[in-house]
């Protein structure tokens, strides 16, 4: 699953619980001209367009994963609970990187 995800066109991030990036799939790349991030980059240190947007997302995604501790203790996590997370999380927010043409690859940033 994990490799469909990281090929699939999809714009597609998935950050751990410190919000650090565990996947970037080809469709975020190509929205981002190739930009992918080092393995275990923290969201505080892409190349967003500004700091309020920075701002944004961290709020957004540290609300997901608040939300999504506190499911579990209610509950034994899971896949599903992993899965409502991922389709179900109340903030959607727009991320807007900073990057041009060619300035791709690993451990850019």
């Known amino acids: 699953l994990i490799s469909e995800w990281r090929g ?6 998935i950050v751990d619980d410190a919000l650090r990036v565990v996947l970037w799939s080809r469709g975020m790349a190509e929205a981002t001209f190739g930009f992918e991030p080092g393995a275990g ?7 967003f367009a500004t700091q309020e947007g920075r701002a944004t997302m ?5 609300s997901v994963v608040l939300d999504s501790a506190d ?3 209610r509950t034994k996590p899971g896949p599903m ?5 991922a389709v179900a999380a109340r903030p959607s927010v727009m991320m807007e990187l900073s990057v041009s043409q060619g300035r791709g690859g690993m451990g850019d940033g």
């Open 8 to 13: 699939s066109g999809v714009q597609l991030m």
């Open 58 to 62: 961290q709020r957004a995604l540290e």
């Open 71 to 73: 499911a579990a203790q």
């Open 81 to 85: 609970q992993a899965l409502q997370a």
């Open 41 to 47: 980059q923290r969201i505080a240190h892409l190349p």
